[in-house]
């Protein structure tokens, strides 16, 4: 069974700085997908960025970029310009390639505190 | 921009009694979830379902929980006898495809089981 760590609880960064959130996760699959997700006090849901583990460009979707290193299993996620706004909870989550089972699996989260 | 809607968004229900969640899926999507959040602890996989039938459900999802799609466009999850560890958030989500398809979620449903 697939695995997703989380290990930083808590981040906190000023307006305007840059912040990494870390992941990591165990699988023996090769091909699979990863994503990031933000969960504000609202508690919904939103996908923030996803990458295709057979590509190794890193995604990136305006302030949010990842750094996807397969070999090392690691999946971090890079803020920039952070705004008070992207103050929430971030959960890492894999799912496996198509025609396997395509369950979300999150990792315990993250909240980020953006200070001013 | 279409949405998963999920009613009701805050439940109380006595421990025994029977409670069911509802959610109307994205409409063209047809890949179907449903996930828990206790407070306070990760987001946790319950049950897929596609083509009117269970794709794969978790340890968590025992013979207590149940899923239906009644229509064309409601997805519920049932529970017929809750306990008090049956207290969380309930998301559901949907996607059109399987894989690199983003999963969209729901407000999520607080169910809190007195």
């Known amino acids: 069974a697939q695995t997703v760590t989380q290990s930083q609880p808590e981040m906190s960064v000023q307006e305007a700085e840059t912040v990494t959130l870390s992941c990591t996760y165990d699988?023996?699959?090769?091909?699979?997908?990863l994503f990031w997700y933000k969960q504000p006090p609202s508690r919904q849901m939103i996908l923030v960025i996803r990458?295709?583990?057979?590509?190794?460009q890193n995604a990136t979707e305006n302030r949010f970029s990842v750094n996807f290193q397969k070999a090392a299993k690691s999946f971090s996620l890079k803020i920039s310009d952070s705004q008070l706004g992207d103050a929430a909870m971030y959960f890492c989550?894999?799912?496996?390639?198509?025609?396997?089972?395509?369950?979300?699996?999150f990792g315990t989260g993250t909240r980020l505190q953006v200070t001013l | 921009e279409p949405e998963v809607t999920q009613t009701p968004s805050h439940q109380v229900t006595q421990m025994g009694q029977e409670v069911i969640l509802r959610c109307v899926p994205i409409?063209?999507?047809?890949?179907f979830y449903w996930y828990r959040q206790i407070l306070g602890q990760k987001v946790e996989f319950l049950v897929s379902?596609?083509?009117?039938?269970?794709?794969?459900k978790s340890e968590i999802f025992d013979d207590q929980f149940s899923v239906e799609r009644p229509d064309g466009s409601n997805f519920t999850l049932k529970i017929r006898s809750t306990k008090l560890e049956d207290s969380a958030m309930y998301f559901c989500?949907?996607?059109?495809?399987?894989?690199?398809?983003?999963?969209?979620f729901g407000d999520g449903t607080r169910l809190s089981i007195l």
């Open positions: 379902f596609y083509n009117n039938e269970i794709s794969e």
């Open positions: 699988t023996s699959e090769s091909d699979y997908y």
């Open positions: 989550a894999y799912r496996s390639a198509p025609g396997t089972a395509s369950k979300l699996t």
């Open positions: 990458q295709e583990a057979y590509k190794q």
């Open positions: 409409s063209n999507h047809l890949y």
């Open positions: 989500a949907s996607s059109a495809r399987q894989g690199f398809q983003p999963q969209h």
